[in-house]
C-alpha cells in the first residue's frame, strides 16, 4: 500500500501534470502546508483542519510543478504547524524512517522526505524554515535544498515565520534537483567559478562522533580534488550557540506574531514540545535582547555576503549524526534540537543557499554534507555539484 509509512495525509490525491516540460513523467508529493484547490490543510494539527477553509487554488509552486511536466499524487504529513524538526506528530502518528525505522523521519517535512525516500514519488516539496526540509532529508537518506531566502514566490502556503520561511524540496536524484530548481527560481545566466572552500571549524566541532566525521571528510576531499583553496575558519566570532539563541528568538516572535491570533482564539491542542513552544514564543518581547539578535541577524548576513560572494562555499555537517530513535523523552529531543539549530541556523539566519549531500557511514547511518553558497547562487551550486557526480558516494 502507498501509505504504508504513514508517508500521507491523503495518498489519493492525483492531480495530472498541465503541460509538457522539464519535469516530464515524474511525480511529486508535498507538505500539508500547500494550497490544493478544493483541499482542506491541517498542517498537522486537527484543529486547525477544523477551523479553515478549502483551497480556491493552488499554491503557486503547485502550479509551476504541474505546469512543468509534474504530476501530484499526494499530500504528506507535517509536524504541527511546522514548530519542530523531529517529526513526530501525536495526532497522525511519526511517518516512517523507510531506511530507519526505529528512528525518527526528521521534521517539520517528514512526509514529504519519507515519500521521497521510499521512492513512493520522484521528488517531495517541503518548507524549510529552521531546517525543515534540510534535517529530514539527511535523516532519511536523500538530497535536500533549501534556495536563497525571497527567491521563491509563497503565495498559498502557510507561513510559519515570513522572514525566514522558504519552499524546499528532496530527491534521491541531484538531478532531479537541479530540474526543479530551473523550474521554480528566476534564470540565473552565471556560472560556477567557485574558488575557495571554507570549513567552519566551530560547525564540525558539533559532531557527534568519529565516524559520521571521518565519512563526511572523505566525501569532502573528493569533491574538492580540483583546483580549490581550502581555509578553516571560526564562523561565529559570538558561538554558534549565540546564533542560534538569536535565531530561535527572532523566529519564535514571528511564529507568535503570525499564530497567536488563532491560537488564543481556537485554544488548539497540540503535543507538549510544541505547546511548550507556543506558549514560550508567546512571551518574546521586542525588548533590548530581540533588538540585539535583529542587529546580529544583520552583521551574520553582511559577514555570509562577505564571505562567500560568488565564488566561495561554505562546507558544514548538515546535522550533529544520524537520525535518533523514537521515543527520546522531552529533554533529549530539545538537546539534540538544539545542537542540530546551531548548524541549521547558518543559512536561516543568513538566507543563503544550502545543499545537503546524503552519505552513509561505514554502519549504514545517514548522515549529510551541507555546502551553503553565496546569496542567490543557487542554481550555481546545484549545477557544481552535478559536475562532481561521479564523486559522490551514499
Known amino acids: 500500500m502507498k501509505n504504508?509509512?504513514?508517508a500521507f495525509i491523503d495518498a489519493d490525491i492525483t492531480i495530472e501534470a498541465t503541460q509538457k516540460g522539464v519535469l516530464d513523467d515524474t511525480t511529486f508529493a508535498v507538505?500539508?502546508?500547500?494550497?490544493?484547490?478544493?483541499?482542506?490543510n491541517a498542517a498537522g494539527n486537527p484543529d486547525w483542519l477544523k477551523t479553515h477553509d478549502a483551497a480556491t487554488s493552488n499554491a503557486y509552486v503547485i502550479d509551476q510543478l504541474l505546469n512543468s511536466g509534474a504530476t501530484l499524487t499526494g499530500i504528506t504529513h507535517t509536524d504541527e504547524l511546522?514548530?519542530?524538526?523531529?517529526?513526530?506528530?501525536?495526532?497522525?502518528?511519526?511517518?516512517?524512517?523507510?531506511?530507519?525505522?526505529?528512528?525518527?523521519p526528521g521534521g517539520s517535512s517528514s512526509g514529504s522526505?519519507?515519500?521521497?525516500?521510499?521512492?513512493?514519488v520522484d521528488f517531495a516539496i517541503g518548507t524549510d524554515t529552521g531546517g525543515s526540509t534540510r534535517i529530514p532529508a539527511c535523516y532519511c537518506g536523500i538530497y535536500g535544498f533549501r534556495p536563497s531566502h525571497g527567491t521563491i514566490d509563497m503565495a498559498g502556503i502557510i507561513p510559519l515565520?515570513?522572514?525566514?520561511?522558504?519552499?524546499?524540496?528532496?530527491?534521491e536524484k541531484i538531478e532531479t534537483l537541479s530540474k526543479i530548481a530551473n523550474v521554480l527560481l528566476p534564470i540565473d545566466h552565471s556560472s560556477n567559478?567557485?574558488?575557495?572552500?571554507?570549513?567552519?571549524?566551530?560547525?564540525?566541532?558539533?559532531?557527534?562522533?568519529?565516524?559520521?566525521?571521518?565519512?563526511?571528510?572523505?566525501?569532502?576531499?573528493?569533491?574538492?580534488?580540483?583546483?580549490?583553496?581550502?581555509?578553516t575558519i571560526t564562523l561565529a566570532d559570538e558561538s554558534l550557540a549565540a546564533w542560534s539563541k538569536s535565531f530561535r528568538l527572532l523566529q519564535g516572535r514571528e511564529i507568535w506574531q503570525t499564530h497567536g491570533e488563532w491560537i488564543t482564539k481556537a485554544d488548539?491542542?497540540?503535543?507538549?514540545?510544541?505547546a511548550d513552544r507556543f506558549q514560550w514564543a508567546s512571551t518574546i518581547k521586542e525588548d533590548g535582547t530581540w533588538q540585539q539578535a535583529k542587529q546580529l541577524r544583520r552583521s551574520i548576513q553582511q559577514k555570509l555576503d562577505n564571505l562567500l560572494n560568488k565564488n566561495g562555499l561554505l562546507v558544514i555537517p548538515t546535522t550533529p549524526g544520524s537520525a535518533p530513535e523514537i521515543g527520546r523523552s522531552l529533554v533529549d529531543v530539545e538537546n539534540t534540537r538544539t545542537r542540530t539549530m546551531q548548524l541549521s541556523c547558518i543559512a536561516g539566519l543568513s538566507g543563503l543557499p544550502q545543499l545537503t549531500i546524503p552519505i552513509t557511514t561505514e554502519d549504514g547511518k545517514a548522515v549529510g554534507l551541507s555546502i551553503i553558497a553565496g546569496r542567490n547562487q543557487d542554481l550555481a551550486l546545484l549545477q557544481w555539484l552535478l559536475e562532481r557526480k561521479h564523486s559522490l558516494t551514499k
Open 193 to 231: 567559478h567557485f574558488q575557495t572552500i571554507y570549513l567552519a571549524e566551530d560547525a564540525w566541532q558539533l559532531i557527534e562522533d568519529n565516524a559520521t566525521k571521518t565519512v563526511l571528510q572523505k566525501q569532502l576531499s573528493s569533491l574538492i580534488q580540483d583546483h580549490f583553496t581550502v581555509k
Open 268 to 274: 488548539p491542542t497540540f503535543g507538549t514540545d510544541i
Open 31 to 40: 507538505k500539508d502546508v500547500f494550497a490544493i484547490k478544493q483541499h482542506k
Open 113 to 120: 522526505a519519507v515519500a521521497a525516500a521510499s521512492r513512493m
Open 82 to 104: 511546522m514548530y519542530s524538526l523531529n517529526g513526530e506528530n501525536i495526532h497522525y502518528g511519526t511517518p516512517v524512517n523507510p531506511r530507519y525505522p526505529n528512528c525518527i
Open 4 to 6: 504504508d509509512l504513514n
Open 161 to 171: 515565520a515570513p522572514s525566514f520561511d522558504t519552499v524546499g524540496w528532496m530527491s
